[in-house]
């Protein structure tokens, strides 16, 4: 993964980019979930956090829901529970299952010791104060209520980040390789989640999730790369033409390997006040 600089760490927190634009719909989200299919091991995220609740009941607030994979399952498995779905784009929770809310991470709409579960998955690398939002999350729980927290590590994906630099430094001619791509786990990565959530909560169980993704055309590479255009002004470089460029030098890869292989680590956070 690589390490964002200070203007790209304040757009991966940008709200208007955020609600208008990477989460305008659920159209770059799910390329970037996409290219999961190809790894190896396979995870059923939502299934581990149903699996999290089984001595859960009552409310389980969603937050940062996205396309709402977590809150359907949850509808369907665990009808039992009033699962609400919450995001800062109103437009990403067209498609999602009732009931839904717009709210921001950092100003929750529920009052203290209210919510039984908090999910906070892939998410609070967007949030502006990570720790004041960490707070709210645990301000809104009743006592002996989870937060379940995900993100990747900082090295998920090296291999991502080292194509792009060699396409970004082809497009731009620099031999020894152009501009890091936005890292979007960067501001809270799982090395640094635990000291994070450890300013509200004294339970912290980490669940790492490694992997590796084998990919024999480079069409879900590029789409993945592409999902990040709504911070395409802080890669310095053109974005479209690099993508492009991605694209032929993982084809070229895969011509010479037999497939581009991509390593994968992430991890999921269960956490108790």
């Known amino acids: 993964m690589t390490s964002n600089t200070a203007q790209q760490d304040a757009a991966v927190a940008d709200k208007s980019i955020l609600a208008n634009s990477a989460?305008?719909?659920?159209?770059?989200?799910?390329?970037?979930?996409?290219?999961?299919?190809?790894?190896?091991p396979?995870?059923?995220?939502p299934g581990?956090?149903?699996?999290?609740?089984?001595?859960?009941?009552?409310?389980?607030?969603?937050?940062?829901?996205?396309?709402?994979?977590f809150v359907s399952r949850l509808h369907k498995d665990r009808p039992d529970l009033q699962a609400v779905g919450m995001d800062i784009s109103a437009g990403i929770l067209a498609d999602v299952e009732k009931p839904?809310?717009?709210?921001?991470?950092?100003?929750l709409p529920f009052?203290?010791?209210?919510?039984?579960?908090?999910?906070?998955?892939?998410?609070?690398y967007h949030v502006g104060d990570i720790v004041a939002t960490i707070k709210e999350l645990a301000r809104i729980l009743r006592p002996g209520g989870v937060l379940i927290a995900s993100t990747?590590?900082?090295?998920?994906?090296?291999?991502?980040?080292?194509?792009?630099?060699?396409?970004?430094?082809?497009?731009?001619?620099?031999?020894?390789?152009?501009?890091?791509?936005?890292?979007l786990s960067s501001r809270f990565s799982l090395e640094k989640a635990c000291g994070y959530l450890g300013t509200a909560f004294k339970d912290?169980?980490?669940r790492e999730l490694p992997g590796t993704i084998e990919i024999t055309d480079p069409a879900p590479i590029a789409a993945h790369l592409a999902s990040y255009e709504a911070w395409a002004d802080e890669c310095g470089v053109p974005f479209r033409e690099t993508v492009s460029r991605a694209a032929e030098v993982a084809a070229g890869a895969i011509a010479s390997n037999g497939s581009f292989k991509i390593t994968c680590l992430g991890g999921i956070l269960m956490c108790r006040l």
């Not at 009052?111 to 609070?124: G, I, K, T």
């Open 111 to 124: 009052a203290d010791n209210s919510v039984d579960a908090v999910l906070a998955l892939h998410m609070l």
């Open 48 to 69: 581990i956090v149903v699996e999290e609740l089984a001595a859960t009941s009552g409310i389980v607030l969603d937050v940062g829901c996205g396309n709402g994979k």
């Open 100 to 107: 839904v809310l717009v709210s921001d991470a950092q100003a």
């Open 152 to 183: 990747n590590s900082d090295i998920d994906k090296r291999e991502l980040d080292q194509l792009w630099s060699k396409a970004a430094g082809d497009v731009l001619g620099i031999p020894e390789g152009g501009p890091a791509r936005v890292s």
């Open 42 to 45: 396979q995870y059923d995220l």
């Open 23 to 40: 989460y305008a719909d659920g159209r770059h989200l799910a390329a970037r979930q996409s290219i999961y299919r190809w790894q190896q």
């Open 204 to 206: 912290i169980r980490v």
